[in-house]
């Protein structure tokens, strides 16, 4: 009985680090040939996205709601905003606004 409720224990420690590790883990999107890849992402609330210039051309990451917006990002800039409200957000490069991409955060 003691030893099950220890292993219960155990596993639900594990996955509660195992949930807090993925909202913890930078996700990373692509700013290459006039697109961002991937496209649309899911995270965790919390969780911190990273977009990287791989262009030779200068992009910007602006959301559509006008809840952040990044500077002219250079080749091999980077630009970084964590999310904390659960929702859609999409976003567009305000250099070129065909670039588009969205945002979906939701609990796991
Ligand atoms: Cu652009």
Redesign the pocket.
């Known amino acids: 009985m003691g030893r099950i409720f220890i292993s219960a224990l155990g596993a639900a420690m594990v996955l509660a680090h195992w949930q807090s590790s993925l909202a913890a883990e930078p996700v990373t999107v692509d700013?290459a040939k006039?697109a961002f890849t991937p496209k649309e992402i899911t995270v965790a609330p919390g969780t911190t996205v990273v977009w990287i210039n791989h262009?030779e051309?200068?992009?910007?990451v602006a959301a559509s709601d006008h809840g952040f917006v990044s500077k002219a990002l250079d080749t091999d800039d980077r630009y970084e905003h964590t999310f904390t409200d659960e929702g859609d957000v999409a976003y567009f490069?305000?250099?070129?606004p065909f670039?588009t991409g969205v945002v979906h955060v939701r609990k796991p």
């Open positions: 700013i006039f262009d051309t200068p992009h910007t490069c305000t250099v070129h670039m």
